[in-house]
């Protein structure tokens, strides 16, 4: 079994920073991408950043590219999302996903296969 816990959730005003983390555990799978997801109240869960995990190319929403950077650490089995420049609308519940094979574009969700329980970041005005 997999598991994909993320931390480093909160609350910060806007125009400030968090650094989320997602570390993978269990049972070794052969990784094609990881990714951040986030789902706002009362809307459907969205794509926000990808990054291929032979490689390292990654892939942003457009409504975070400039503000959010996801980067990995092989050896710890970890994936990042530093968000800076924060605002209201980036309040959501952040989940991270993991997909074992290449399954089509990576703003796909139906394309990851592990998810993890989701932290909550909450942006003030």
């Known amino acids: 079994q997999v598991q994909l816990v993320e931390s480093g959730g909160g609350l910060v005003q806007a125009g400030g920073s968090l650094r989320l983390s997602c570390a993978a555990s269990g049972r070794t799978f052969s990784r094609n991408a990881m990714g951040w997801f986030r789902q706002a109240p009362g809307k459907e869960r969205e794509f926000v950043a990808a990054i291929k995990w032979s490689g390292g190319n990654t892939y942003y929403a457009n409504s975070v590219k400039g503000r959010f950077t996801i980067s990995r650490d092989n050896a710890k089995n970890t994936v990042y999302l530093q968000m800076n420049s924060l605002n209201s609308e980036d309040t959501a519940v952040y989940y991270c996903?993991?997909?074992?094979?290449?399954?089509?574009?990576?703003?796909?969700?139906?394309?990851?296969?592990?998810w993890g329980q989701g932290t909550q970041v909450t942006v003030s005005s």
């Open positions: 996903a993991a997909r074992s094979v290449y399954s089509g574009s990576y703003y796909y969700i139906g394309g990851y296969d592990y």
